[in-house]
Structure formats: C-alpha cells, structure tokens
C-alpha cells in the first residue's frame, strides 16, 4: 500500500468530480437561467463571486492537474506518452491534456467573463440612462464568450472523463 498514491487518487478523483460536475451544471443550467432572468441575472453573479465561487473552482481545477500529473509520473515514469506506450498511458496522457486546455479556457476566458459580467452587473443597476445600453451590449458580448468558452471546457472535461474511466481497460 502506497499513501502518497492513495492520497494523490483521492484528491484527484474527488476534484476532478467536483471540477467538472460545477462547469456541467454551469453550462446547463446556471447560465441559461441567468439569461433567462435578463438584467437580474447579475444578481446571481455577485452572489457566486461573493461565495467565491470563481476562486475555488480554479483551485479544484489546479489541484486536480497537479495531482493527475503527478499520479501519471508516479505510474508511468513520465509526464507524457512516448514511444512504445500502452493504451492505458495513451489514454490518460490524452485526458490530462484535454484537462489541461480546459483549465487554460477556463481561467483565460471563461472566469474573467464572469467577473467582468458581475462588475458591469453592478454598475448597470447604478448607471444613469445614456450608459446603461453600452453597459448591456458589453454584458452581452461577454456572456456570449462566457457561454462559448464554458460548453469548450464541458467538452473537453467530458473527454478527460471518458478517458480515465476507461484508460486502465486500453
């Protein structure tokens, strides 16, 4: 029994979950509600900010990498396929580096969308009536990035998931 091993799975597979189960429900159901609700919307952004949302899911992401990585160079020896790899180390290799694009949308788009959309939030509800149309189209525009960027880290944390669940069987 090896518990650096069974730590580094355990942080792994615990944020990995976490991770990827707070982008699907972002890109399903949280953003679309929040279009829905138009303006107020906003409202729902401040309150993840302020729960610090937008701050912990980078830090699960992080931590889920780091602990991929170094679980990847534990078993195989190297960060990365090479020559002669099996299927397995194939499969994973490919799935950390999915995850790791995911995790480089998430905070160079995807996350600063977010933000901004919640600053702009609330400086809409304050703005007099001349600035509040250029307020709105700037909300929109990011939003739209926001939810482009967000079904790009869906897919590609979909992928990573299927990848490790059936990297061993390769």
Known sequence: MDPILIVLRIVHIVGGVFWAGAI?????FLE????DTGPEGAKIMR????????????A????????GFALYW???GRIHPGP????????????GLVSL?????????????????????????EAPDER?????????RLRLRMRRSGRGVAILLSVAILTMAVGRYL
């Open 132 to 140: 509040k149309a250029a307020l709105q189209e700037e909300i929109g």
């Open 74 to 76: 534990r078993i195989f």
């Open 101 to 125: 694009v995911a995790f480089v949308i998430g905070v160079t788009l995807l996350r600063p969308s977010a933000l901004r959309i919640g600053t702009l939030g609330a400086e809409l509800a």
């Open 32 to 35: 679309p509600a929040v279009r």
């Open 47 to 58: 309150a993840l900010q302020k729960r610090r949302y937008l701050e912990v899911i980078p």
């Open 24 to 28: 699907l429900f972002v890109v399903h």
């Open 84 to 95: 002669g790899a099996s299927g397995t180390e194939i499969a994973l290799g490919l799935g």
């Open 60 to 67: 699960v992401a992080a931590l889920t990498l780091l602990s």
